[in-house]
């Protein structure tokens, strides 16, 4: 490997298994140190190979005359700010060329849109003669293509529409305050079939100028199964000599690889809103059955089959995806009920897990990994899985009211008793409202590529779950990224009371509350319980009904105060600290009428169990009696009264410890 700018920085795309366990300790150290103060298990390491271990990799190629380099961006140390693209790049390495590459060439969750992204940047920046003093040159190169002036970059809208030439600015920008440019003749870290595929397509981009003509960007995907995809992005369109001079391409890889080191092939060309395909756009991973001899891919002793879309998420590291599907399904044996699985991506997780689960629910916002999730689990014939097509953010607001959408026409929510949740989201982990949604979970197996977003998320959920099980991945050997996986469940006090109360929200939820449009006006004097508009609570959740948390709390203040005012029960009081008996009952029922969980105190039954003379049928009535006192005195319409009796019904049990 030699460097244009200099001896290029220890660490560029080069192995040092020497310093592999050194490296791998210092990163479980960090882990460890992000969950100080919570009881954590034996935390599992799962160690990559120390070579060849990923499955793809993407480079700008540098054209000088009728040469070709394949390059990547490192930072520069002097203004290597962590901002902008680099910042969103996926769960990838930084010292790899999917990270550290700025803007067009930084690889996101779906690497479609930005290799599409990347194809327009880099055409639009190329149309510009005036920004380009050699247009064959990577458009976005700092030396080679001054920063764009702003008359330029006027013309540069005109002429092809302001994201684009925003997209090229931004790339110009971002490369030229943060990254060197290092060229690349080996790469170790990538498989042994994409290290071959360099050598040869750099020869083949020299030697054939139709191949080679404003290319500036070249991916590689490879699986364990010995298929590859080579996609070049070029700055130009492509026509049918190109496709020809692809084909050829194609043939002459194929025949120099030989059959045992890669049995598929195929080339993708890109140029700004274009795709071309020599043969296919996607290649098939597959995991042996146990007892072939393969090095890694095992799951759960049967073989499955992945299609792998070009552009849309993969695992990098195939070997250590191996290790992650075995720990997965081996955490989930014996669950219980379905799953709900958010992020699924092409279903490389949702397909060995659905053994364990009566039902799975998959939810995957990308089109391009959807289609390859209902490809991949129509092959491996898994017939339990209901997938859809949506955002988390999307899912959690039609969980939250069980409601309907037409993605998830056929999903019948009082059939399922969803206790499992699944997630493998991108490094920014779970957004606010997924957040939350863990806690209606008995068990959730949270897999993430940013320890920091994963252990900020938990942090929710430390009161009402403890950590069962964690295992750290080490899909990114040589840099600062881990992979972990850890397994929360329902702290056994807190399984106790909401039993009965989560079966209680997951009917008032799917309640048709249309009636309330026809509710009585109600008196001003309880304007606190009344919601705004009648329009706006239609499908509301009986505690938005209710008036909210502010409202739970004003209704149990009169509520306590006909309590002490009951002979019946008031005798049960005498010694209880009623602000924070308010304050706890308040909490529950805010999470009992479907609100946030901020209940800290004992289950049902503990918080009963010591009253003397014991609690019978008549006490829990005069309490039922109260509570529904105080909702007419409030003007709550007859029909929320009953659904919120029916949450209170549930806990009848566990407070008569019957
Ligand atoms: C780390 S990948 C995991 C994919 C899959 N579990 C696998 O192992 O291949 C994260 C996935 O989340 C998807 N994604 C990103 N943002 C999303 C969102 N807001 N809602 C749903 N899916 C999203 C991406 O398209 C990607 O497929």
Same mark, same amino acid.
Request: aromatic share 8%; proline share 5%.
């Given at each position: 490997?030699?460097?244009?700018?200099?001896?290029p920085e220890?660490?560029?795309?080069q192995?040092?298994?020497?310093?592999y366990?050194?490296?791998l300790q #210092?990163? @479980?150290?960090?882990?460890?140190e992000l969950?100080a103060?919570q009881?954590?298990?034996?935390?599992?390491?799962?160690r990559?190979?120390?070579?060849?271990?990923?499955?793809?990799?993407?480079?700008?190629?540098?054209l000088?005359?009728?040469?070709?380099?394949?390059v990547?961006f490192?930072?520069?140390?002097?203004?290597g700010?962590?901002?902008?693209?680099a910042g969103?790049?996926?769960?990838?390495?930084?010292i790899?060329?999917?990270?550290?590459?700025?803007a067009a060439?930084?690889?996101?969750?779906?690497?479609?849109?930005t290799?599409?992204?990347a194809?327009d940047?880099?055409?639009?920046?190329a149309?510009d003669?005036?920004?380009?003093s050699?247009?064959?040159q990577?458009a976005?190169?700092a030396?080679?293509?001054?920063? @764009?002036?702003?008359?330029?970059r006027?013309?540069?809208?005109?002429?092809?529409?302001?994201?684009a030439?925003?997209? #090229?600015?931004?790339?110009?920008?971002a490369?030229?305050?943060?990254?060197?440019?290092v060229?690349?003749?080996?790469?170790?870290?990538a498989?042994?079939l994409?290290?071959e595929?360099?050598?040869l397509?750099?020869k083949e981009?020299?030697?054939?100028?139709?191949?080679?003509?404003?290319?500036?960007?070249?991916?590689?995907?490879?699986?364990?199964s010995?298929?590859?995809?080579?996609?070049?992005?070029?700055?130009?369109?492509?026509?049918?000599?190109?496709?020809?001079?692809?084909?050829?391409?194609r043939?002459?890889?194929?025949k120099?690889?030989g059959?045992e080191?890669?049995?598929?092939l195929?080339?993708v060309?890109?140029?700004?809103?274009?795709?071309?395909c020599?043969?296919?756009?996607?290649?098939?991973?597959?995991?042996?059955?146990? !007892?072939?001899s393969?090095?890694?891919m095992?799951?759960?002793?049967r073989?499955?089959e992945?299609m792998?879309v070009?552009g849309?998420?993969s695992?990098?590291?195939?070997?250590?995806?191996q290790?992650?599907?075995?720990?997965?399904?081996?955490?989930?044996? !014996?669950s219980s009920?379905d799953?709900?699985e958010?992020?699924c991506?092409?279903?490389?997780f949702?397909?060995?897990l659905?053994?364990?689960?009566?039902?799975?629910v998959?939810?995957?916002?990308s089109?391009?990994?959807?289609?390859?999730?209902r490809h991949n689990?129509?092959? $491996?014939a898994?017939? $339990?899985?209901?997938?859809?097509?949506?955002?988390s953010e999307?899912?959690?607001?039609?969980?939250?009211v069980?409601?309907?959408r037409n993605?998830?026409?056929?999903l019948?929510?009082?059939?399922?008793?969803?206790?499992?949740?699944?997630?493998?989201p991108?490094?920014?982990?779970l957004?606010?409202?997924?957040e939350?949604?863990l806690q209606d979970?008995?068990?959730?197996?949270?897999i993430?590529?940013n320890?920091?977003?994963?252990a900020?998320?938990?942090?929710?959920?430390a009161h009402?779950?403890?950590?069962?099980?964690?295992?750290?991945?080490?899909?990114?050997?040589?840099?600062?990224h881990?992979e972990?996986?850890?397994?929360?469940?329902?702290?056994?006090s807190?399984?106790a009371?909401?039993?009965?109360?989560n079966?209680?929200?997951?009917m008032?939820?799917?309640?048709?509350?249309?009636?309330?449009?026809?509710a009585?006006?109600?008196?001003?004097?309880?304007?606190?319980?009344?919601?705004k508009?009648?329009?706006?609570v239609?499908?509301?959740?009986?505690?938005?009904?209710?008036?909210?948390?502010?409202a739970?709390?004003?209704a149990?203040?009169?509520?306590y105060g006909?309590?002490?005012?009951d002979?019946r029960?008031?005798?049960?009081f005498?010694?209880?600290?009623m602000?924070k008996q308010r304050?706890?009952q308040a909490?529950f029922?805010t999470y009992?009428?479907?609100?946030e969980n901020?209940?800290a105190g004992k289950?049902?039954?503990?918080?009963?169990?010591h009253?003397?003379?014991h609690?019978?049928e008549?006490?829990f009535?005069?309490v039922v009696? $109260?509570?529904?006192?105080t909702?007419?005195?409030?003007g709550v319409?007859?029909e929320?009264?009953?659904?919120?009796?029916?949450?209170?019904?549930?806990?009848?049990?566990?407070?008569?410890?019957e």
């Open positions: 490997m030699a460097g244009e700018t200099g001896p220890a660490g560029t795309g192995v040092f298994p020497e310093q366990d050194q490296q #210092a990163k @479980l150290a960090h882990v460890r969950f103060g009881q954590l298990p034996e935390i599992e390491v799962f990559s190979s120390p070579e060849h271990f990923r499955m793809r990799t993407e480079f700008r190629v540098w000088q005359q009728d040469e070709a380099y394949y990547m490192e930072k520069n140390e002097r203004n700010s962590d901002d902008g693209a969103q790049a996926d769960e990838a390495q930084p790899s060329s999917d990270t550290e590459q700025p060439a930084a690889a996101t969750e779906d690497n479609t849109e290799t599409a992204a194809a940047a880099g055409a639009a920046a149309a003669e005036g920004a380009a050699d247009a064959s990577p976005a190169d030396e080679q293509q001054p920063k @764009l002036s702003s008359k330029q006027r013309k540069l809208q005109r002429k092809r529409g302001k994201k030439a925003k997209a #090229a600015a931004a790339a110009d920008d490369k030229t305050r943060r990254f060197n440019r060229r690349i003749d080996e790469f170790p870290v498989s042994q994409i290290c595929l360099m050598v397509l750099r981009l020299i030697a054939h100028p139709v191949l080679r003509d404003k290319v500036f960007q070249a991916n590689f995907h490879s699986t364990l010995k298929q590859a995809m080579v996609t070049l992005v070029y700055r130009r369109p492509l026509d049918d000599v190109w496709q020809e001079a692809a084909r050829a391409l043939s002459r890889l194929l120099a690889l059959p080191a890669c049995s598929q195929h080339i060309g890109r140029s700004r809103k274009q795709k071309l020599v043969d296919a756009d996607h290649v098939f991973e597959r995991m042996e059955v146990a !007892g072939r393969y090095e890694y095992q799951v759960a002793g073989s499955y992945y792998q070009e849309a998420f695992q990098p590291n195939g070997g250590v995806c290790h992650m599907l075995n720990w997965a399904v081996e955490s989930t044996k !014996g009920g799953l709900l958010l992020y991506g092409n279903g490389n949702t397909i060995p659905a053994q364990n689960f009566k039902q799975v998959a939810t995957e916002v089109k391009a990994s959807v289609a390859a999730a689990i129509a092959a $491996n898994a017939d $339990n899985i209901f997938l859809a097509r949506m955002s999307e899912f959690t607001e039609t969980w939250k069980k409601g309907t993605r998830l026409a056929g019948d929510w009082e059939q399922l008793s969803l206790d499992t949740l699944f997630v493998d991108p490094r920014a982990g957004d606010p409202a997924t939350q949604m979970f008995e068990q959730v197996v949270y993430s590529c320890p920091e977003t994963l900020k998320n938990l942090r929710s959920v009402s779950h403890d950590i069962v099980r964690m295992a750290v991945f080490d899909q990114f050997p040589y840099t600062e881990i972990a996986g850890v397994v929360i469940r329902r702290k056994p807190a399984a009371q909401f039993t009965g109360i079966q209680a929200r997951t008032l939820a799917s309640m048709r509350t249309s009636r309330l449009a026809a009585p006006a109600r008196p001003n004097r309880v304007a606190i319980l009344v919601p508009a009648a329009a706006e239609k499908q509301a959740p009986l505690l938005q009904r209710l008036g909210g948390p502010d739970i709390k004003a149990v203040d009169i509520f006909k309590v002490l005012a002979d029960i008031k005798h049960y005498e010694s209880t600290d602000v304050a706890h909490a029922m009992a009428f479907g609100g901020k209940y289950d049902m039954a503990a918080a009963h169990r009253l003397i003379p609690l019978t008549e006490h009535n005069a009696d $109260n509570f529904v006192a909702l007419q005195e409030l319409p007859q929320d009264i009953d659904d919120a009796c029916a949450v209170v019904a549930t806990t009848k049990d566990a407070v008569l410890a």
